[in-house]
């Protein structure tokens, strides 16, 4: 039964009632009866199974058609091995053809005649270097040794070549010559020079000799006199090289009072070099170094009602002084304060006063660069709480004292006027060396 014939059976049964008033909740109540007596129905899901079927049918597929490729594949190529098995192996029994000449001996390989060429050009290589040396060997014993016997030739076991240098560096390796054999080159080599064949050319008789050396050694004798053949064409060349070496070897005459006056100039020149200028602040304590540009006097220049001025010195290892003052336009002092740099207790200070009761203010260093320098201090909001100390260049620093909590009272804006420029604040002033 429809939902339509259920109403419509309703209305008929409950026509008698239709001449009654409705109920506020009249509609609610058929709802909720409708609801509850309405029969429910139910379709049936189809088995998981069916549902998986349609799965395993396209894999089935899927698998049958890779299967397939597979066997083609290897069917086809069945075919080709068999025949390629099947068909006759064509063997030629011509010999091939060549435009190179065939070997009359099987003995001369190629490898063979290659090291038998590499051996030959050695053998060339060895003679040409032995066939080197002995004309090298032959042109320098002729120049040198005009009257001697003739060499015997040197062979390639008698060349040492030590590591690989070029040709130059060959080593010779020459038999020995006994003292008598030098004795007799020596003699030939006195006759030859007094010969007279060529007079310039032979002037200095051992001059080669000593170049030689001079090239080996570079510690030969230097005050070296060359020795001259004394004949009568060169007896003037002789006394001018004896007149040379005589001057040479004469020793500048000083007298006594020249001596001393040079002794006493080196030892004046000495005590000049060890003596040292010894800075004031070799005496301080390593902390107080970086404020060691403070020494000195100092002048601010643009005051309107005089000049003010600072005179920082070293009074101990640990403490610098500086006292401030005023001069008025009369040169009168009008104003004066003390300040003081101290290292105690593994700390930096800078003591200072900032009113006209004179009390003192502690100051600790919280941070510097050198050129830059930081002081602060937390026990009391009635002072500045911060001084900076900056230096300008070499001739130069500002003090800048600053107030970050509070305003400046009138008593210490009264007596930071007398040496800085005051504001609220703040009070700033620029010191120039002055001394």
Do not use: C
């Not at 040292?276 to 002048?299: N, T």
């Amino acid at each position: 039964m429809s939902r339509d014939d259920y109403i419509s059976k309703l209305f008929i049964k409950n026509q008698h009632k239709l001449e009654q008033a409705p109920s506020d909740d009249l509609w609610s109540k058929l709802e909720l009866q409708l609801e509850q007596e309405l029969p429910v129905t139910t379709q049936a899901a189809p088995p998981k199974i069916f549902r998986l079927s349609r799965y395993f049918a396209a894999a089935s597929v899927l698998v049958a058609v890779v299967g397939s490729i597979y066997l083609f594949k290897m069917v086809e190529n069945a075919t080709q091995n068999q025949h390629q098995l099947t068909e006759p192996l064509a063997i030629s029994t011509e010999p091939p053809v060549s435009d190179a000449e065939p070997y009359e001996d099987y003995d001369i390989l190629p490898t063979e005649a290659v090291e038998d060429k590499e051996k030959e050009e050695i053998r060339v290589q060895e003679e040409k270097i032995v066939e080197a040396v002995n004309e090298k060997v032959q042109q320098t014993q002729n120049s040198t040794l005009s009257h001697r016997s003739a060499p015997s030739k040197i062979e390639l076991g008698d060349i040492e070549i030590v590591g690989e240098k070029e040709a130059e560096d060959i080593i010779l390796i020459e038999p020995e010559v006994t003292p008598k054999a030098a004795t007799m080159m020596s003699s030939d080599k006195i006759h030859g020079a007094a010969s007279g064949v060529n007079a310039n050319a032979d002037l200095y008789l051992n001059s080669l000799p000593i170049a030689e050396e001079a090239e080996q050694n570079l510690n030969y004798n230097r005050s070296y006199v060359p020795q001259i053949a004394n004949t009568i064409d060169n007896n003037p060349a002789v006394e001018q090289v004896l007149n040379q070496s005589k001057v040479k070897k004469k020793p500048k005459a000083t007298s006594k009072k020249t001596r001393a006056r040079g002794k006493r100039r080196e030892i004046v020149n000495k005590n000049k070099a060890n003596k040292k200028i010894k800075s004031p602040m070799a005496a301080a304590h390593p902390s107080l170094y970086p404020f060691g540009f403070l020494l000195g006097k100092w002048g601010d220049e643009h005051e309107l009602e005089g000049k003010s001025y600072e005179v920082w010195t070293l009074k101990n290892a640990t403490t610098l002084v500086g006292r401030g003052y005023k001069l008025s336009n009369d040169a009168e002092r009008i104003f004066e304060e003390v300040m003081r740099i101290e290292f105690r207790n593994n700390q930096t200070f800078l003591v200072m006063s900032l009113d006209e009761d004179k009390s003192t203010v502690d100051y600790m260093l919280v941070s510097f660069d050198n050129e830059r320098f930081e002081f602060e201090q937390s026990e009391s909001r009635n002072y500045p709480n911060r001084v900076i100390i900056q230096q300008s260049g070499l001739d130069g620093y500002t003090v800048v004292i600053l107030n970050n909590y509070d305003f400046l009272t009138a008593d210490q804006q009264r007596y930071l006027e007398n040496r800085n420029r005051v504001s609220n604040k703040q009070s700033i002033r620029t010191m120039r060396y002055a001394d």
